[in-house]
């Protein structure tokens, strides 16, 4: 038997356990610029775009509301509101 296995070398990647960013994509400007500040406390949230200032206050928050929920009723009430303004 000459056939020697060829060693490879193993990687060790670690992944570093990076909080995955709340960054969603505004309806606006199309850049991915949302960002959800939650304050469940208040039952308020806050969505603004980092790109172009749009910003939108949704105050049906509760102890169970997660950023993507807010993110969804402020899709749904941005298209409302132009669906009023046009
Ligand atoms: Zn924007």
Redesign the pocket.
């Known amino acids: 038997m000459s056939k020697l296995g060829r060693r490879r070398r193993q990687k060790v990647i670690r992944k570093p356990q990076k909080r995955i960013p709340d960054v969603y994509p505004?309806p606006?400007?199309?850049?991915t610029?949302?960002k959800i500040e939650l304050y469940r406390d208040n039952g308020m949230a806050v969505v603004k775009?980092g790109?172009?200032?749009?910003e939108m206050v949704i105050d049906e928050v509760n102890s169970l509301t997660e950023p993507v929920d807010v993110y969804g009723e402020f899709i749904d009430r941005f298209y409302e509101e132009r669906e009023v303004a046009t």
């Open positions: 505004c606006e400007c199309g850049n610029a949302i775009c790109s172009c200032g749009l």
